[in-house]
C-alpha cells in the first residue's frame, strides 16, 4: 500500500496555464506538507497544514494555493505558470502528536512549465 | 533559527570503502536531526533520526550517524560502501517548537565506484 501518494508524477504544461497537483497519505498522519526541490536538489518547504488548518506559509507567491478537504489530502493548485516554477514538487505528512517530526514523502511530481 | 550546512556537494568513495557524509547544524533549542536519502527519481525516505535518546543512532541499511553537541554535528557513516548506496543524501533539523518545520541542507550525492 503506498502510504503517500501524489497524482500526476509529470506534468508538462505552457506558461500561463493553471494546474493542480493532488496528494494523499493513507497512514493516519494529522500534517500534511508540500515542499518545491530545484534543479539543484535544494528542497524547501512550502506549507504545511495541520488537520486542515493551515500552519506554514512560506514566502511563496499567491499564485499558489493549498485546499486541504480532509487531512488525509492536501492538493496544490499553481495558478498561471512561470518558466520558475518547473521543479519537482513532493507531499509529505507527519504525526504531530506523536512529536517525532519524521516526515514521510511522496514520491514527487515533476512539473516542466514550457 | 534553525539550519544545517551539509560539507561537500559530491562524495566519492570506493566499493567497500567508508563512508562519511558531513553535518553540522544550528539550532536555538535541542534539536530533531534527521537523515533522509533520495534514490534517482524517488521521494525522500527516512534513514535515522536522533531525538534526543541515544547520541549514536542506527539506522537502515548500515547507516549511522553520531550526534556531537560541542561539534554541532551529526555526521552519517557507513563502514562498507554498496553500490546500492549511491545517491542523493540529505540532513535535516526541526526544533520541537510544535510546528514540526523541518530545515533541510543542501544535499550530498554520493558516488560509489566499482
Known amino acids: 500500500d503506498t502510504a503517500v501518494s501524489q497524482t500526476p508524477k509529470y506534468l508538462v504544461t505552457q506558461m500561463g496555464n493553471d494546474k493542480s497537483i493532488k496528494c494523499e497519505q493513507n497512514l493516519g498522519h494529522d500534517t500534511m506538507y508540500w515542499y518545491k526541490q530545484d534543479s539543484k536538489k535544494f528542497l524547501k518547504i512550502m506549507f504545511s497544514?495541520?488537520?486542515?488548518?493551515?500552519?506554514i506559509n512560506e514566502t511563496v507567491p499567491n499564485r499558489f494555493s493549498p485546499k486541504s478537504p480532509d487531512k488525509a489530502h492536501l492538493n496544490l493548485h499553481i495558478n498561471s505558470l512561470e518558466l520558475g516554477d518547473s521543479a519537482v514538487y513532493f507531499c509529505a505528512s507527519s504525526d504531530r502528536t506523536g512529536g517525532t517530526d519524521t516526515q514521510y514523502f511522496g514520491p514527487g511530481t515533476r512539473l516542466t512549465v514550457l | 533559527a534553525q539550519s544545517v550546512t551539509q560539507l561537500g556537494s559530491h562524495v566519492s568513495v570506493s566499493e567497500g570503502a567508508l563512508v562519511l557524509l558531513r553535518c553540522n547544524y544550528s539550532s536555538s533549542v535541542p534539536p530533531y536531526l534527521f537523515w533522509y536519502v533520495q534514490y534517482p527519481n524517488q521521494g525522500l525516505q527516512l534513514l535515522l533520526k536522533y531525538t534526543s535518546a541515544a547520541t549514536l543512532v542506527k539506522g537502515i541499511n548500515g547507516f549511522e550517524a553520531e550526534f556531537k553537541k560541542s561539534e554541532t554535528s551529526f555526521h552519517l557513516t557507513k563502514p562498507s560502501a554498496h553500490m546500492s548506496d549511491a545517491a542523493e543524501y540529505f540532513c535535516?533539523?526541526?526544533?520541537?517548537?510544535?510546528?514540526?518545520?523541518?530545515?533541510f541542507g543542501t544535499g550530498t550525492k554520493l558516488q560509489v565506484i566499482p
Open positions: 535535516a533539523v526541526s526544533d520541537d517548537g510544535g510546528y514540526q518545520k523541518v530545515t
Open positions: 497544514y495541520n488537520n486542515k488548518e493551515l500552519i
